[in-house]
Every structure is written in structure tokens, then in C-alpha cells.
């Protein structure tokens, strides 16, 4: 069945370091969506890649989607203590059910001050 | 975007009782998700609940342990059946706005004694 792999499960850096997480499917997928989660707060929805290769950007978030359309990462440059949460990536797969996502297990990020 | 209300947002219960939760959203969605997360983990699919249909639960997920209402396009609840402490979790309702994106509500936090 369709699986969703995220690494790593936990980051921690210094503020102002970069951070980086990695998503993978087990299938090529339509779409691929990542989300944020603050500490005790609900997943919040930052993007959503859809073309072969696309990146896209907001503002120190840099987010891309593989060629195969079965990989995806998210950058995030010279991290702020307002970036720590957890997030998840969430694909979609291309012969799956409409509205049916597949959650990696996130990764949880902690920014030292 | 959608917003999504849940009530109530936590509560303590004491096993062998059950506890509904409700959600309510501000705009006609489709489709419904129930999730539930343990603390620091990710997210997991309980049941898909389509208006006028019924629930399609995810594997290791029964009807008899959570039924599901889905009376209408705005409201739907979750019911945790005859709780043990292995049911503490966070449940999380969402909804699928416009064919794309997730909306999450802000969670019920549910400790079973």
C-alpha cells in the first residue's frame, strides 16, 4: 500500500542554522502538500507541489517535488525559534481515492536560541 | 479556507464510558476526515465520512468501537466507545476544501483513567 517516509524524526539546531527534511512515497504521486505543527497546536497548511521538479518558495521556506514525483523536501534557511514545530509532508497518490492523503510521520524541529 | 470548530477541546473519562466529539464547519465540505494523533507522533487516519454515505473506516478502525455521524454537509461527530486508557490521544477532525488542501480543527485532547 501506499506509504509515506519522512526523515528525520527529530532536528535540533541553532538559530540561524539551516534545517532541511526529507519526504519519500513508495509510489509517484499527484500531488505532495506539507503542513505545520506547532507545539499543541493543530496541522496547518503551508504549500501544495503539483508539477515535476517544481519549487516553490516562501520567503526562508524553500520547498521542491522530484522529478519522479515521489520525493519532496523542505528548506529552511537560518531558522528562527518562530519555526519550531513539526512538519509533515502529505502526498497524495496518483490512482488513489479523491482526497485521500498519506501523512509522513513529520519531523520535529527545535531551534535553539 | 474553512473553519473548523470541535467540541469539546479536551476532557478526562473514565474507561468502559464513551465520549462524542463533535465538529462543525463555517462552509459545505464533501469531504471529512476523523484523525487521531498520540502525543509526538503523526497522524493517523481513522475514517473518511462522506454526507449521505457511510464511513469508510482505515484498517485496524471499526464502526463498533467509532461510529461516525455525518448528518449533513457542515457537521459531523466521532464517537470513542468504550474507552480504555489506550484511547488517549488527540482526535482530530478535517476537511477537504476545494478538492486540494486539508483544513484541521484545533483537536479534542481525550484522557482516558
Redesign the interface.
Known amino acids: 500500500g501506499q506509504q509515506v517516509m519522512q526523515i528525520p524524526q527529530y532536528q535540533h539546531v541553532q538559530e540561524g542554522e539551516d534545517f532541511t527534511t526529507y519526504c519519500n512515497s513508495s509510489t509517484t504521486l499527484s500531488?505532495i502538500?506539507w503542513?505545520k505543527q506547532r507545539p499543541g497546536?493543530?496541522?496547518?497548511?503551508l504549500i501544495?507541489l503539483v508539477k515535476s521538479g517544481e519549487v516553490k518558495k516562501q520567503k526562508r521556506l524553500t520547498f521542491q517535488f522530484g522529478e519522479a514525483k515521489k520525493n519532496s523536501s523542505l528548506h529552511i534557511t537560518a531558522t528562527q525559534t518562530t519555526d519550531v514545530g513539526t512538519y509533515?509532508c502529505?502526498g497524495r497518490d496518483r490512482g488513489s481515492?479523491?482526497?485521500?492523503?498519506y501523512?509522513?510521520?513529520?519531523t520535529?524541529l527545535t531551534v535553539w536560541p | 479556507s474553512a473553519v473548523i470548530s470541535q467540541k469539546p477541546s479536551r476532557d478526562i473519562c473514565q474507561r468502559g464510558t464513551s465520549l462524542t466529539i463533535q465538529c462543525q464547519v463555517d462552509s459545505q465540505v464533501t469531504?471529512m476526515?476523523w484523525y487521531r494523533q498520540q502525543p509526538?507522533?503523526?497522524?493517523t487516519?481513522i475514517a473518511?465520512a462522506n454526507q449521505g454515505s457511510e464511513a469508510t473506516y482505515e484498517s485496524g478502525f471499526v464502526i463498533d468501537k467509532f461510529p461516525i455521524s455525518r448528518p449533513n454537509l457542515t457537521f459531523s461527530t466521532l464517537t470513542v466507545s468504550n474507552m480504555s486508557p489506550e484511547d488517549s490521544s488527540i482526535y482530530?477532525c478535517?476537511v477537504?476544501w476545494q478538492?486540494?488542501?486539508?483544513?484541521?480543527?484545533?483537536?479534542t485532547r481525550l484522557l482516558v483513567l
Open positions: 500531488n502538500q503542513y497546536g493543530h496541522p496547518v497548511f501544495q509533515f502529505a481515492t479523491l482526497g485521500r492523503l501523512f509522513g510521520r513529520g520535529q | 469531504m476526515f509526538g507522533q503523526s497522524l487516519l473518511t482530530l478535517s477537504m478538492g486540494e488542501t486539508q483544513y484541521f480543527g484545533p483537536g
